[in-house]
């Protein structure tokens, strides 16, 4: 099995930073892609950032703020947010999955998740 613990969120004030840690561990091995997800109340589950070998992506209100890495055994994916805003809040979730040419499959694993709450 695989398992994904996410820590680092937590109470940041708008224009603050934080950095979200993720260690998998497990039957990794099958996977190339990590990623982090995101959801507010009442909203769906939305991918924010992912990262394959070469290759990151980040949808499109998060770009220039957010950052995506990974070290270099791949089992460890960070998510370095600069410039936060109250639209950022969410319980955001780590996951494993894998990636072909531009398309990334998530979705079967997942995190406990860590809130981050953008406020003043």
């Known amino acids: 099995q695989v398992q994904l613990v996410e820590s680092g969120g937590g109470l940041v004030q708008p224009g603050g930073s934080l950095r979200l840690s993720c260690a998998a561990s497990?039957?990794?091995?099958?996977?190339?892609?990590m990623g982090w997800y995101r959801q507010a109340p009442g909203k769906e589950r939305e991918l924010v950032a992912a990262i394959t070998s070469g290759n990151t992506n980040y949808v499109d209100s998060v770009k220039g703020r957010f950052t995506i890495s990974r070290d270099s055994a791949g089992n460890t994916v960070y998510l370095q947010m600069h410039s936060l805003k109250p639209e950022d809040t969410a319980v955001y979730y780590c996951?494993?999955?894998?990636?072909?040419?531009?398309?990334?499959?998530?979705?079967?694993?997942w995190g406990q998740g860590t809130p981050v709450t953008v406020s003043s």
């Open positions: 996951t494993v999955g894998t990636y072909y040419r531009s398309t990334y499959r998530f979705g079967d694993y």
């Open positions: 497990g039957s990794i091995f099958r996977f190339n892609a």
